[in-house]
């Protein structure tokens, strides 16, 4: 079971980091990713991190603003994300993916006001 938070509101430049908290022992051995999905738009990618924490993925969109990381003894992975845009309001879902299986937590709603 994964439980995002740390959603909310804030105006542009500023910053919000989500959080994503995992039940089960098979977190630490997952790789975690987030997406999000705007409004009248299909679900997207923004990133990712291996299950050691060792390799870290983004979209070009948030490359240089987003920055994520984990903590495998709180089985938690944390987007970090700065200098927000409006763009950047969506709903945020975190995935998990152990042995080819997905697994997607509740969205947290992230709205950017200019």
């Known amino acids: 079971q994964l439980q995002a938070s740390g959603g909310g509101s804030v105006q542009a430049g500023g910053s919000l980091r989500l959080s994503c908290a995992a039940s089960?022992?098979?977190?630490?051995?997952?790789?975690m990713g987030w997406f999000r999905q705007a409004p009248g738009k299909e679900r997207e990618f923004v990133s990712a991190?291996?299950?050691?924490?060792?390799?870290?993925y983004y979209a070009d969109s948030v490359k240089g603003r987003f920055t994520i990381s984990r903590d495998n003894a709180k089985n938690t992975v944390y987007p970090q994300m700065n200098s927000l845009k409006p763009e950047d309001t969506a709903v945020y879902y975190c995935?998990?993916?152990?042995?080819?299986?997905?697994?997607w937590g509740q969205g947290t709603q992230v709205t950017v006001s200019s």
């Open positions: 995935k998990a993916t152990y042995l080819s299986m997905n697994y």
């Open positions: 089960g022992r098979t977190f630490s051995s997952s790789r």
């Open positions: 991190i291996s299950w050691s924490g060792s390799s870290t």
